[in-house]
């Protein structure tokens, strides 16, 4: 047999010239307008820092099928949890005998662009809070009622029609109040670090490599501005918190616990990064 | 305990060179110039660790035109057609072992024979390689396999 056994150097250096793969395949070029009218900000130049020129929504990465379920809300399954948490609004529930709604009165007023600002910094806390947080600060504060336990439906139900409230508005958080810098830092850290028996991180799949399949995935940039998802292999709506275990627990790692300082570090950090984008709260992935 | 049926009369040749220099010395040290297992591995149990998604899953990076019968082949990786011409069977097992020697501490690709590996492992994965020695041998066996170039 006459093959060559290339030094070792040279070969390194082919590999080199190859990592480059075949030819990536490119999120779609197109425009998300929700029902014909509310035009999406789906690519928007980078906050200062990112490592990309770009930042795009994971709806551009999606078959034309998802993309078009997301463009229709009568058709997107997400609306009927908007629904749901438009009733849970309205419940009265715990000692106090209120909802939501006795303190905040009508949420399409009162609740826009609130959740186009999450996480925020909470000085009581001395951490940032998600919506989850807060919305479980208020029950058991002022409705006295149980916290939801992570996951709940009507958890789930509730933060997405909140966020909602704030679809087509620009996703911004703040990192000048309190310590947010130093979450974001944590959250940098974290996106960065090695993880689990595939020994991958964040960035290795979402900075590295968006554009390509990974078997049947398009990998995206990971961005969040979606949250909570409907999933159409799970049918179900996905909180952000459920997305990153999933993630963490592809590499075969153990993910932190939702809520966790290093979850709400990550979800300080990978929101910033995604700064600028539309809320498509109830985002169609699939 | 060679399996190795129905190669090529080369490949079969290359075979038995490797296995007259292999060594039972399973190690996370790269002992990537000489077999794994001390024996020549299983092509054909190597094209199933190669596409089983719970074992090297190798299909969700890498496409290769043997296995057009698989749905959804991943485009992070080179296709790896012709990977054979490209590559001796040391250099093809040093990949598979440790892709971090050979690629650098950035790639993507896990090493599917160290224990040199990210944090927080999951329970059931702790102190365990992806693939055991003659998962690795038998897919080292089927990459030599893939001499046909792409187009």
Redesign the interface.
Known sequence: ?N?K??V?AA??G??AA??I?????DPVDDKLVIDGELEMVTRTKAPEGSPFEEVLSGWLYRTEETRALEADSFQNPGMLYVERGEEIWNEVDGAAGKSCASCHGEAASSMKGVGAHYPKWNAAAGKPYNLELKINDCRTANMEAEPYKFDAADQKALVTYIKHQSIGMPMEIDLSAGDMQSWWERGKERYY?????????CA??HE??NG?????DH?SQGNVNGFPTYRLKQANMVSLHNRFRGC??D?????PKAFSDDLMALEVYVTWRGGGLSIETPAVRQ | MIKAIGLGA?TA??FTAMAGAAQMQPSDELSAETSLTGSVGDPVEGRKVFAD?KLG?C???H?VSDMSDQ?????????LDGV?????PE?LRAIVVNS?E??GD?T?M??FYTL????????E?QG?R?LTAQQVEDVVAYLTTLTKDPN
């Open positions: 047999m093959k056994k290339p070792l070969a390194i082919l590999m190859m990592a793969g075949p030819a990536q395949s670090l090695r993880m689990g028996q595939l020994n991958l991180a290795t799949c590295n490599y390509h399949y990974i078997r049947a990998l963490i627990r590499t075969r790692a153990t993910p | 080369a040749l290359l998604r899953n299909l969700a990076c496409a749905l959804f082949h991943g485009d992070v990786g080179p296709t054979a011409n490209r590559y001796a250099q971090k050979m690629f950035q993507i896990p090493g040199k590996v990210g944090v927080d492992v999951a329970d994965f365990e992806i």
